[in-house]
């Protein structure tokens, strides 16, 4: 089955600084690749997602990156500010199959 | 809850009681999950359900049992065969499973006294 590796397990920036997230996965025919936020005690929410076709996607300040060929994206957020103190899951799916695979999670900690 | 509720927000049980969770949805989603979280163990799946009287068992299904009769309900029973329920846990949907997002229920806190 589909196995997807998150690191850093914890982030600290300062504000204004750029946090990257990585996660890699192993199965070739994962096609779908979300990314979910959870504030302390909330439900997680898709904040963005990114389909095989394509290798870069920008919602303002995030932005995911995914290299089919090493099998690995990444999740960019520039200009950090204290709102986006949470933790992180990356996932990897594909069609046609059951089940989301989602990563460990990062905890990241934005500092005022 | 962005058109999915989860009830009750907090639960506590007593040892050998059955509870039941409750997650309704009216996003009109096919696809229905129930997840454990634990602290640093991430999402873990317990249930999983494609279309209506159909479910299948995730990761963790052992001590849990669920139904899916109608679309937009799916609820979770956590029994006494589970030895280690206190847990926070989400119910998600989906349009279908593959290549969909998730919107998740605020979830339930249960707890064993």
């Known amino acids: 089955g589909e196995n997807v590796e998150q690191h850093p397990s914890t982030l600290s920036v300062q504000e204004g600084d750029s946090a990257v997230i990585k996660c890699t996965y192993s199965?070739?025919?994962?096609?779908?690749f979300p990314w979910y936020k959870q504030e302390l005690g909330k439900r997680p929410q898709l904040i963005i997602d990114?389909?095989?076709?394509?290798g870069e996607k920008k919602d303002q300040r995030i932005a995911v990156t995914l290299n089919k060929t090493a099998k690995h994206f990444s999740l960019h957020i520039t200009e950090t500010q204290p709102e986006d103190s949470a933790v992180y899951f990356c996932?990897?799916?594909?069609?046609?199959?059951?089940?989301?695979?989602f990563g460990i999670g990062t905890k990241l900690q934005v500092i005022p | 809850d962005g058109g999915i509720t989860q009830s009750p927000k907090y639960l506590f049980r007593k040892e050998g009681q059955n509870v039941t969770l409750s997650c309704e949805q009216n996003?009109?989603?096919?696809?229905m999950y129930w997840y454990r979280q634990d602290p640093g163990q991430g999402l873990r799946l317990i249930y999983y359900?494609?279309?209506?009287?159909?479910?299948q068992k995730g990761d963790i299904a052992e001590g849990y049992s669920v139904s899916r009769e109608k679309k937009e309900s799916f609820p979770l029973t956590v029994t006494s065969a589970q030895k280690n329920p206190t847990a926070f846990y989400l119910c998600?949907?989906?349009?279908?499973?593959?290549?969909?997002?998730?919107?998740f229920g605020s979830g339930t806190r249960l707890t064993v006294v």
């Open positions: 998600a949907s989906s349009i279908s499973t593959g290549e969909y997002g998730y919107t």
């Open positions: 199965d070739s025919a994962s096609n779908y």
């Open positions: 990114i389909r095989s076709n394509v």
């Open positions: 996932a990897a799916s594909r069609r046609g199959y059951q089940k989301v695979t």
């Open positions: 996003l009109n989603h096919d696809a």
């Open positions: 359900s494609q279309i209506v009287n159909d479910f």
